[in-house]
């Protein structure tokens, strides 16, 4: 069902991650410890530019406003049967 399948995701989200660290932590022998920081430091500043420029459009698309025409097919009340 969707449950085994979420978790699935989660598990999978989880070992991708962790194969990113590895190679990301790979680079702690060939740079200096201030390159190093600074480069994890970079990864998380891109990542709030990201999450404060894809708010608006996401947030749109994920949390339609409830007055909206669209209806979705696996919805209960949906009229596409």
């Not at 978790?7 to 991708?16: A, E, R, S």
């Not at 190679?23 to 480069?39: K, L, N």
């Not at 708010?55 to 979705?72: E, I, Q, S, V, Y």
């Amino acid at each position: 069902g969707i449950k085994a399948t979420m978790m699935g995701v989660v598990f999978l989200t989880l070992f991708l991650s962790n194969i990113l660290i590895g190679w990301i932590g790979g680079f702690y022998e060939h740079m200096t410890p201030a390159q190093f920081w600074a480069m994890h430091a970079g990864i998380a500043a891109t990542g709030g530019v990201l999450a404060l420029v894809l708010n608006k459009p996401l947030g749109r698309k994920l949390f339609p406003h409830p007055d909206a025409t669209a209806t979705f097919s696996g919805h209960p009340n949906s009229e596409h049967r």
